[in-house]
T-cell receptor
Framework: GNSVTQMEGPVTLSEEAFLTINCTYT??????LFWYVQYPGEGLQLLLK?????DKGSNKGFEATYRKETTSFHLEKGSVQVSDSAVYFC???????????FGTGTRLQVFP | DAGVIQSPRHEVTEMGQEVTLRCKPI?????LFWYRQTMMRGLELLIY????????DSGMPEDRFSAKMPNASFSTLKIQPSEPRDSAVYFC?????????????FGPGTRLTVL
């Protein structure tokens, strides 16, 4: 079945630093790919998504590109802010079921 | 739209008691998911429904857990009897099953503490 491997955290950065959180997956076919973010004390919310190969999802300065060749969907941001401190989840979908396969989550801590 | 609604937001109970968690999905969504999140095990899918029918309950930890979806706008997750190891945040999510999307919308969660 589908699986996902996500960079372990915590990732600790200073404000305005560049962020990369790696995500690779195995899947049957070409499912949609998602990044979710969970702020402290809240539920998960969609950050960005890409539905086909070479698509780039973007939101709030974050970007991720659907790389079919490397089965990756790495999350990047050029300049992080303290308010970006949260847990980030990579989640490929499935062409056969309605399930999302969530990674273990990567905690990002940004310090001023 | 109010989003996915869960109640209660916090529940504290004693071991052995019955606990019922409630979820109202987004109107028009026809898939509903129950997740559990703990520090040790991360985010786990417990069960999901399509059109009110349970499709995959392989994540339900044991017979003490049960879930129902009597109609398109309401679902419950029941734990009976509850145990301290059930302490976790339980999330409900829904999606509209648009082909090629799988985008799920999460509720704020219910934080359960079993003493």
């Amino acid at each position: 079945g589908n699986s996902v491997t996500q960079m372990e955290g915590p990732v600790t950065l200073s404000e305005e630093a560049f962020l990369t959180i790696n995500c690779t997956y195995t899947a049957t076919g070409y499912p949609s790919l998602f990044w979710y973010v969970q702020y402290p004390g809240e539920g998960l919310q969609l950050l960005l998504k890409a539905t086909k190969a070479d698509d780039k999802g973007s939101n709030k300065g974050f970007e991720a590109t659907y790389r079919k060749e490397t089965t990756s969907f790495h999350l990047e941001k050029g300049s992080v802010q303290v308010s970006d401190s949260a847990v980030y989840f990579c989640a490929p979908g499935s062409e056969e079921t309605d399930k999302l396969i969530f990674g273990t989550g990567t905690r990002l801590q940004v310090f001023p | 739209d109010a989003g996915v609604i869960q109640s209660p937001r916090h529940e504290v109970t004693e071991m052995g008691q019955e606990v019922t968690l409630r979820c109202k999905p987004i109107s028009g969504h026809n898939s509903l998911f129950w997740y559990r999140q703990t520090m040790m095990r991360g985010l786990e899918l417990l069960i999901y429904f399509n059109n009110n029918v349970p499709i995959d309950d392989s994540g339900m930890p044991e017979d003490r857990f049960s879930a129902k979806m009597p109609n398109a706008s309401f679902s419950t997750l029941k734990i009976q009897p509850s145990e301290p190891r059930d302490s976790a945040v339980y999330f409900c999510a829904s999606d509209s099953r648009v082909r090629g999307s799988n985008e799920q919308f999460f509720g704020p969660g219910t934080r359960l503490t079993v003493l």
